[in-house]
């Protein structure tokens, strides 16, 4: 796998405490970045390092547990959105073979008497390591501040004004999730560690993986590979995001490919975020992104419906 620089990098800390003409800078850079590959990276982004790690541990030590301990914490009905995710489970939405990972997903914790707080379950508790959902709910305000800015700087691009944002994702369905990518012990059936997909929200934020494998699809039609620094952030444009401008700000397709044979043995963790939208926001193509050269694309859709279907897509969803 190639260790060449692939992403653009931008420093978030520019636009969040810059004056005006880094502000600009910053947005050109972002859209640019969106526009030309898809993906960027963001440093000086405000998430600490110290929770990062705390949170990278504590999964791991979940992982490590028997399968029949981590099982108690597969919630029936929920569609993987809180708790743990089994092995196998969840495919990419034009395959039926499942990828080879385990997950588990700590959502929103509404603290401010918002009565959306009824529409979200409770996050899952983990009796052998409690820390570990406690340290998810921190990272996962910390995903949600930087993530915040950078939709902010998207708006500004997109000339929405730079609160377009703003009340759509306040106490927003939005996702933090820990995958861990196993050792592969036998010749997979066909499938890779995660198959060829988009994301299904706003903008999703990665903070580094353990392993190498993230790939990307390029405009030329060539895979990849996203080696992000030290300390750095890799977004990427999702579906909901796509499908509000019309096609202008494109979903980039990505994939986890499996190490070398003689690397089977390493396992991967990684740690996304994915920023959604509250359920109630529209999804509508916006005006200003519909011209005779890029004609309307989409039928008007609410976050919420979208998101139902597409959980149904990827198997998760009954």
């Known amino acids: ?111 401010d008497g918002d009565q959306i707080k009824t529409q979200y379950p409770d996050n899952v508790k983990v009796d052998e390591i409690p820390e570990f959902p406690k340290l998810g709910d921190d990272l996962y305000k910390a995903f949600e501040k930087a993530g915040s800015a950078l939709l902010e700087a998207i708006a500004i691009h997109l000339d929405l004004g730079d609160r377009y944002f ?16 196993p050792p592969i012990t036998d010749e997979p059936k066909s499938a890779i560690r995660a198959e060829q997909h988009e994301d299904i929200n706003l903008i999703t934020l990665l903070v580094g993986a353990s392993a190498g494998g993230l790939q990307l699809l390029s405009k030329q039609n ?18 909901m995001l796509q499908r509000l401008t019309n096609n202008y700000l494109k979903s980039t397709t990505h994939r986890v490919v499996n190490p070398p044979r003689e690397q089977w043995h390493t396992p991967r963790l990684s740690i996304p975020f994915f920023l959604h939208p509250r359920s109630t926001m529209d999804l509508s193509c916006l005006d200003i992104c519909i011209t005779e050269e890029n004609p309307l694309g989409y039928e008007p859709i609410t976050a919420g419906e979208y998101l139902d279907e597409r959980l149904r897509e990827i198997g998760l969803k009954k």
């Open 1 to 111: 796998m190639s260790t060449e620089r692939v992403i653009p990098l931008v420093d978030l800390s520019s636009f969040v405490h810059g004056n005006e003409a880094h502000r600009i800078d910053f947005v050109k850079k972002l859209g640019d970045a969106f526009h030309e590959v898809g993906f960027v990276g963001v440093i000086n982004h405000g998430i600490p390092k110290q929770l990062v790690d705390g949170f990278y541990d504590s999964a791991k030590r979940f992982f490590a547990l028997p399968y029949d301990v981590k099982s108690k914490y597969e919630v029936p009905g929920l569609a993987g959105q809180r708790g743990y995710t089994s092995f196998g489970k969840e495919h990419a939405k034009q395959s039926n073979v499942g990828d080879l990972k385990e997950f588990f997903q700590i959502g929103q914790t509404v603290l």
């Open 166 to 181: 703003s009340e759509k994702i306040h106490n927003g369905n939005s996702i933090l999730r820990a995958i861990h990518y």
């Open 222 to 239: 060539e895979w990849l590979d996203i080696n992000p620094g030290e300390d750095e952030i890799v977004v990427n444009v999702g579906d």
